[in-house]
């Protein structure tokens, strides 16, 4: 087969790295990819919303499958887009309709569809400009701390947790009224905050049956001791040894099997990955949010993992017969640590030469935000690199996967060096 990956960073470069892997592969194309994904395919210089220029390529290099990463394209309608050119249709897209992209794309629409779903999550309202009064009100009445939720997409941002009700009442009017993240908080959900430790759970659906893949925990905070300014991640690991088997058969009883089969009941077509983010509250499992895609740096961790051919996986579900597709999984543990740029997540570095990549050779080093000039490998991106081990327990992972990030060096390059270790 011909595969198409749309994206450019760490999920991406796992992605592609796996794909290469299977015997069922003819070429791999990957767009825009990065310096690491051309190790594994061909870089495509295509924008991932050029919705036009993918479909002509699909169709010059006879693409017989598009693997959507990001969520962006799958929000604006990438896999409609396919659906609706006669000349396209044939080439499956993994990743769902813009109807289904809708429970990443709208913060709203995914808790109603929670509600209607009998599918465990925190209470809940949601306020816009003509009812923004009511939304002060009902502050009022609410426990702090207190969520609010940008309902759009605004780039991993426009989640708030407001300690004091002043607080909260300065953010709402900010995000309502003065469209602190445009129009994306145009509507903003006032959640409730759940008290306990997060973790995200991966399903892989032909929208009939369902694939669980591995659990992932991830660490979003800049600072060790998960200090600091939030940041698209900065490592994770799988399995998560607090989600046993007990915790796991009520999200798969509670959240997945209603989730697969309310899509079902509300007519959406749903073909490609749901990432869970859960929060356990006491050995309870609640979603907090749910994405159409995976997750970055999760994928990392998960995917390593996964014994089974990823392209036999995604060929059950573009047929739909996903249920009759061989899925092992290791036991071993997965450990990720990304490295950032000096000033990330504010204004970070950009354009500095990477070196002793080739010296990592018991982790798979990931490529994120990075370039190829003139032969050599560029930061492009606040996340860079991520290094990830596989070993026999979690202790072994730690340290290899941390051992190796500091074998990598480029000016004013930054990891947590704790990734994992409040687990042990």
């Known amino acids: 087969m011909n595969i198409l990956i749309i994206g450019s960073g760490g999920r991406e470069s796992a992605f592609a790295y796996k794909l290469s892997k299977s015997p069922k592969l003819d070429q791999l194309f990957i767009a825009p990819g990065n310096a690491g994904t051309s190790a594994y395919g061909e870089n495509v210089n295509l924008k991932v919303t050029d919705f036009d220029g993918i479909a002509s390529f699909a169709l010059e290099k ?13 929000v604006k309608g990438i896999h409609d887009y396919f659906l609706n050119r006669e000349d396209v249709k044939h080439i499956p897209v993994i990743g769902p309709q813009q109807e289904g992209a809708q429970l990443e794309g709208s913060k ?8 209607r779903h009998q599918i465990p999550t925190a209470a809940y309202r949601s306020f816009n400009k003509s009812n923004l009064e009511d939304g002060l009100a009902y502050l009022e009445t609410q426990k702090l701390p207190i969520v609010l939720k940008a309902d759009g997409l605004a780039a991993g941002k426009g989640v708030l947790i407001c300690e004091t009700l002043e607080d909260a009442k300065a953010e709402l009017k900010a995000m309502i009224a003065d469209a602190k993240f445009g129009d994306a908080s145009s509507v903003v959900v006032i ?3 759940l008290s306990g430790i997060e973790l995200s759970v991966f399903v892989l659906t032909d929208g009939d049956s369902y694939k669980v893949l591995p659990s992932a925990k991830d660490y979003k905070r800049i600072g060790e001791g998960d200090t600091g300014l939030n940041t698209g991640g900065m490592g994770s690991i799988s399995p998560v040894p607090f989600a046993d088997e007990t915790f796991l058969s009520k999200v798969e009883e509670r959240i997945i099997k209603p989730t697969v089969e309310g899509l079902k009941k509300d007519g959406i ?6 990432f869970i983010g859960l929060m356990n509250v006491e050995g309870e499992p609640y979603v907090i949010e749910y994405n159409v895609r995976m997750g970055d ?8 993992r996964i014994e089974s051919d990823l392209v036999d996986l995604l060929e059950g579900v573009a047929k739909g017969d996903l249920a009759s ?3 092992t999984v290791s036991p071993k543990t ?4 990304v490295l950032v740029s000096g000033g990330y997540p504010g204004d970070y570095d950009s354009g500095k030469e990477i070196a002793n990549i080739e010296n990592v050779e018991d982790s798979i080093v990931f490529h ?6 003139d032969g050599k490998v560029l930061t492009a991106g606040g996340r860079v690199l991520a290094v990830t081990t596989l070993q026999d327990n979690l202790f072994d992972a730690l340290q290899q996967a941390t051992a190796d990030a500091g074998r990598i060096f480029f000016e004013r390059m930054y990891f947590r060096k704790d990734i994992g270790f409040d687990l042990l």
């Open 62 to 74: 006879r693409v017989d499958m598009v693997l959507v990463g990001p969520e962006e394209p799958l």
């Open 368 to 373: 994120a935000g990075t370039k190829l000039v």
């Open 334 to 337: 997965a450990v990720t640590v």
């Open 269 to 274: 077509s749903y073909k490609g990955f749901i």
């Open 325 to 327: 597709r061989n899925y």
């Open 191 to 193: 959640e409730e905050f």
């Open 108 to 115: 709203d629409f995914s808790k109603e569809f929670m509600v």
């Open 297 to 304: 740096p999760e994928t990392e961790s998960v995917l390593p």
